[in-house]
Nanobody, 120 residues
Framework: QVQLVESGGGLVQAGGSLRLSCAAS????????MGWYRQAPGKQRELVAA???????NYTDSVKGRFTISRDGAKNTVYLQMNSLKPEDTGVYYC??????????????WGQGTQVTVSS
């Protein structure tokens, strides 16, 4: 199995910053991509940002210029630096990874989620 453990959520005022981390561990042969999704109350889960093993990145329009995704391949860890936070960034943030396991199976894994609350 593969586990994704997130950290770094919390409560912050509008305009503030937070840094999320997600560490993957377990039967990992290769990680093809990692990303962050968020789900606000009453809304569908949406992709926030993703990064591939080749360091290509993708962001949803609402966070471009404010959020930065990065990774440490040696640690199987992905980070999301969130600056200039807005109340609409509030939600549960989930880490996501596309993994090739040691049994060469391609699977997608999710973290348990971390709450981000931005007060106005």
């Amino acid at each position: 199995q593969v586990q994704l453990v997130e950290s770094g959520g919390g409560l912050v005022q509008a305009g503030g910053s937070l840094r999320l981390s997600c560490a993957a561990s377990g039967v990992i042969f290769r990680i093809n991509y990692m990303g962050w999704y968020r789900q606000a109350p009453g809304k569908q889960r949406e992709l926030v940002a993703a990064i591939t093993s080749g360091d290509s990145t993708n962001y949803t329009d609402s966070v471009k210029g404010r959020f930065t995704i990065s990774r440490d391949g040696a640690k199987n860890t992905v980070y999301l630096q969130m600056n200039s936070l807005k109340p609409e960034d509030t939600g549960v943030y989930y880490c996501n990874a596309g993994v090739v396991t040691t049994m060469l199976r391609r699977l997608v894994y999710w973290g348990q989620g971390t709450q981000v609350t931005v007060s106005s």
